[in-house]
């Protein structure tokens, strides 16, 4: 496959263009309008299977550029079908995939576009993900006639965590066929963070994203009065003693390079103030980008949490929901083609080796189910305190340089997948 340089691509009309230059400055011209729109989405965020409007915009913005749309798949996503026309077509077809959804929370980014919807805001990227693919449709719409293939734009829904009894806008997309006619053969998604400069790419091969395991703990003691206390046993103590010594295990007893997060984010009991607590019940999300270690947590959290009831003669009731939300683990063949085509057009020195999974979790691993694919990280931060902000935090916003870089890399990524063989 051509990697740099000046290069052929056959139309209708065979001609000679630098596929680098040309894509860069499309990019540029496409990133002024990624950021119009992302200012847009961002002042009117929609939770979860509400993205109506957020939806609309997509399919509209495709349609003006003649891409084939279809709306509400999967209750409120949008797929868009840009058909290529290039004579050596191979009859691929690749699927870009962004989502739709904000967060409960409140904007406080200060900006101008800041939320308009008390209680909602678009805190974690997505959309910069949306604006960003329909920056690439721009581009590659202009470059149809080159395409050796058709290119499936798939805005998703719902990404964000699931409420008991729901599914992902991911898996409500596949089964309302979105993967059909035509069917991809490789899926390429991203996410933005301010650990990686802007203007930069960062790739892994295998586990670029950890995924996260449910756990629900409960802690039973007894109740008794707390001018009694022997005659209970306080369950608010032992719960404390199990976070305490999970702290411990975590320092102690996984190897020192390894990346964990073991937390429980919330912890409720006790019915009075004068009363020991007869229940605890314990949440949390554990992530460990080793597998291997993966599989030997709930025993080990076990061994913990009996030995430490047994203690004080308290009982539990451990739910632990393995791979709850699998690892992300992106494939080494697409991994290479997206780090030379973002090569081309960002420079080698703006291609960075991710060198560990990130302890996140996304529904991305439901269209890798399906075929093979990459998700990377997008670089945000510049000199900017502003873009330095955490995913999720209420301040969070992204580098302008953010928008040409993604929509470059991915632009390309796209052309030479589709060339490939």
């Excluded at 080494?332 to 080796?353: F, H, K, N, S």
Aim: with cysteine; glycine share 8%.
């Amino acid at each position: 496959m051509p990697l740099c340089g000046t290069v052929i691509l056959s139309g209708p009309m065979t001609s000679t263009i630098d596929l680098a230059s040309t894509i860069k400055s499309a990019s540029q011209k496409a990133a002024a309008r990624a950021r119009q729109l992302r200012e847009e989405i961002h002042a009117n965020p929609e939770l979860r299977f509400q993205e109506h409007a957020t939806g609309e915009l997509c399919a509209t913005e495709l349609e003006s550029l003649g891409i084939e749309v279809r709306r509400n798949v999967g209750r409120t996503g949008v797929v868009g079908v840009l058909r290529g026309t290039g004579h050596s077509r191979t009859g691929r077809c690749v699927a870009l995939r962004a989502e739709m959804d904000a967060l409960a929370m409140d904007d406080q980014c200060g900006r101008p576009f800041a939320s308009r919807n008390p209680g909602v805001a678009h805190l974690c990227g997505h959309d910069v993900h949306v604006s960003c693919h329909l920056g690439v449709a721009h581009v590659l719409a202009g470059l149809r006639k080159h395409l050796q293939g058709d290119v499936k734009f798939l805005f998703e829904p719902a990404e964000e965590n699931a409420p008991p009894g729901d599914i992902s806008g991911s898996e409500a997309m596949i089964n309302d066929g979105a993967l059909d006619a035509p069917k991809p053969s490789a899926i390429f998604g991203g996410h933005v963070y301010p650990d990686w400069p802007a203007g930069s790419i960062a790739l892994r091969t295998g586990s670029s994203f950890a995924g996260n395991d449910r756990v629900k703990l409960t802690v039973i003691g007894r109740e008794s009065h707390s001018a009694v206390a022997s005659t209970g046993i306080d369950a608010i103590v032992v719960a404390a003693h199990i976070i305490t010594a999970l702290q411990s295990f975590a320092s102690r007893e996984l190897p020192s390079e390894e990346s964990a997060s073991l937390h429980f984010g919330t912890i409720e009991g006790g019915r009075v103030s004068n009363l020991l607590a007869e229940r605890v019940e314990l949440n949390g999300t554990f992530r460990v980008s080793d597998e291997k270690l993966r599989d030997e947590l709930p025993a080990r959290l076990e061994r913990i949490v009996k030995g430490v009831c047994d203690a004080f003669g308290a009982t539990y009731e451990l739910d632990y929901a393995l791979r709850s939300l699998p690892a992300i683990v992106s494939t080494r063949r697409e991994v290479d083609l997206m780090r030379a085509a973002a090569t081309e057009v960002l420079g080698a020195d703006q291609v960075i080796p991710m060198r560990h999974p990130r302890l996140a979790a996304d529904t991305f691993h439901h269209w890798l189910k399906h075929m093979p694919g990459v998700f990377y990280m997008v670089g945000t931060a510049n000199a900017d305190p502003a873009t330095r902000w955490p995913s999720h935090h209420q301040r969070f916003d992204v580098a302008p340089e953010t928008f040409p870089a993604f929509i470059a890399a991915v632009s390309m990524t796209a052309i030479r997948y589709l060339e490939s063989k």
